[in-house]
Structures are given as C-alpha cells and as structure tokens.
T-cell receptor, first 113, second 112 residues
Framework: DAKTTQPNSMESNEEEPVHLPCNHSTISGTDYIHWYRQLPSQGPEYVIHGLTSNVNNRMASLAIAEDRKSSTLILHRATLRDAAVYYC??????????????FGAGTRLFVKA | EAQVTQNPRYLITVTGKKLTVTCSQNMNHEYMSWYRQDPGLGLRQIYYSMNVEVTDKGDVPEGYKVSRKEKRNFPLILESPSPNQTSLYFCASNTPLGNEQFFGPGTRLTVL
C-alpha cells in the first residue's frame, strides 16, 4: 500500500496562508489524494481530494505535483479554528475490493493569534 | 441531519468481559469502517464492510469481530478485551465511489 509522509508539526500566524506538504512517492495511477483534518476531541472530517489537477473548495485548495509524487494542502487564511491534525491519505477508488485506508501520523498545525 | 452515531461514547471495562460498540449511519452508505486511534500511531483501520454481509480485515483486526446484518449498522465486538485494546475508536461510512468518509464522534474505551 502506498504511504504518505508529512511533517510532524507546523506553525502559522492567524490570517496568513498555510501550505501543508505531503510526499507520496509510491503513489499508483489510480490512487486519489485525500486530505482530512481532526479537530481536538472530534472525529476526522473531510477537507478535499484530487487525482491529477489542482482542486479548490470552500475549505482549502489542493495543489498536486505534475508527477503526483507530492501534494500541498493550502489554507488561504488560517484561523484559530484551523488548528488541527491534518492527514494526507491515498485511496484507491478503483480497488472495489476494499477502500482500505491508511492514515499516517498527520501534521499538527498550530495557529498563533 | 446526516450523521454517524456511536454508543457508548465512553466505556471502562475489565479484561475478558465481552463488549459491543454500536455504530449507525443514516445516509444509506454501503461502506462502513472501524478505526482505532492511539497516541503516536494515528488512525489504523480495524475492519471495513462493503455492504450487508460483506466484511474484510483492515490493518489491525486481531482481537476484534464485526458484523453487518443491516446496511445502517456496523457493530464492533470485543469478545475478550485486553488492556492493549484501550484506545479511541471511530466508525466511518461512505458510498462506494464517495470521496468523503463521514466519521462518528468516537468511543473512548479503557480496559483494566
């Protein structure tokens, strides 16, 4: 199973953009890149996903490298509420036998007021 | 409101006493999963189910059982709990091609 590598922690100032990196050098052609975040004392929540092209939604943007071996989650203006653990995950949606999901340790984002 | 519910939210038990953690979703999702979360290890998948009566092992299935008799429910069974199963457990659901997994609020289990 393809794995992801993320920094253990990052720090940001409130109202500034945050770029959270993820390396996935063994990604396969059918792996989608997903990002989830987990706020304190809550279950993970979906943030964004993509396959090859960059993606935007109301929460964030996802920039995917041309070779797909890395990606970056972009929070355009960090707020205190964005302080959480962010997980980068690969999911093979073609593999209908599973939906086996591997979460890494994630990146803990600290946001300073 | 679309949601995944788990019960109980907190449970303290003793070694060897069988227990069941229930999980229910109201979104008519085919796929459901159980995860455990431990400090420094992140979330690890225990079991998942692709539909009624179809289940498969995740990464850490030892010591756990699941069943999927109805689409909305996916209980996690610990036949003989041990202290190393003390953890925070999450249930999740999604559609087969769904990109978003919906997670429950978690069940904190302590086995003494």
């Amino acid at each position: 199973d393809a794995k992801t590598t993320q920094p253990n922690s990052m720090e940001s100032n409130e109202e500034e953009p945050v770029h959270l990196p993820c390396n996935h050098s063994t990604i396969s052609g059918t792996d989608y890149i997903h990002w989830y975040r987990q706020l304190p004392s809550q279950g993970p929540e979906y943030v964004i996903h993509g396959l090859t092209s960059n993606v935007n939604n109301r929460m964030a943007s996802l920039a995917i490298a041309e070779d797909r071996k890395s990606s970056t989650l972009i929070l355009h203006r960090a707020t205190l509420r964005d302080a959480a653990v962010y997980y980068c995950i690969l999911r093979d949606l073609v593999d209908t036998g599973g939906f086996k999901t591997i979460f890494g340790a994630g990146t803990r984002l600290f946001v300073k007021a | 409101e679309a949601q995944v519910t788990q019960n109980p939210r907190y449970l303290i038990t003793v070694t060897g006493k069988k227990l069941t953690v229930t999980c229910s979703q109201n979104m008519n999702h085919e796929y459901m999963s159980w995860y455990r979360q431990d400090p420094g290890l992140g979330l690890r998948q225990i079991y998942y189910s692709m539909n009624v009566e179809v289940t498969d092992k995740g990464d850490v299935p030892e010591g756990y059982k699941v069943s999927r008799k109805e689409k909305r429910n996916f209980p996690l069974i610990l036949e003989s709990p041990s202290p190393n199963q003390t953890s925070l457990y999450f249930c999740a659901s999604n559609t087969p091609l769904g990109n978003e997994q919906f997670f429950g609020p978690g069940t904190r289990l302590t086995v003494l």
